[in-house]
């Protein structure tokens, strides 16, 4: 059983940065397909960016290119998701997600293990 915890969202203005964190613990998740998710008040939960298990891919989703950035450390078992040029449109809870598959999908119901959560607001 994989046990995930996100770290480091907050309150942040717009035009700023936070970077997600994702501890993975109860084994290893060097092996699985990791993600990112999001779900804003009254609305879906939607992928923001996903990476296979080397990381030498990567998605995202077309609101978030080239801005966030989602990178892993195999050796501490962690992912990371950095978002800079935050915009109050970002405001969700963020989820860590893991896929017990080398590569990754975009579709949710794909996803084996999830986090809490962690709330990301952007003020205007």
């Known amino acids: 059983q994989v046990q995930l915890v996100e770290s480091g969202g907050g309150l942040v203005q717009a035009g700023g940065s936070l970077r997600l964190s994702c501890a993975a613990s109860g084994r290893t998740v060097s092996n699985y397909a990791m993600a990112w998710f999001r779900q804003a008040p009254g609305k879906e939960r939607e992928i923001v960016a996903a990476i296979t298990w080397r990381g030498g891919n990567t998605y995202y989703a077309d609101s978030v290119k080239g801005r966030f950035t989602i990178s892993r450390d195999n050796a501490k078992n962690t992912v990371y998701l950095q978002m800079n040029s935050l915009k109050p449109e970002d405001t969700a809870v963020y989820f860590c997600?893991?896929?017990?598959?080398?590569?990754?999908?975009?579709?949710?119901?794909?996803?084996?293990?999830w986090g809490q959560g962690t709330q990301v607001t952007v003020s205007s």
């Open positions: 997600a893991a896929d017990r598959n080398y590569y990754y999908s975009v579709r949710e119901y794909e996803y084996d293990y």
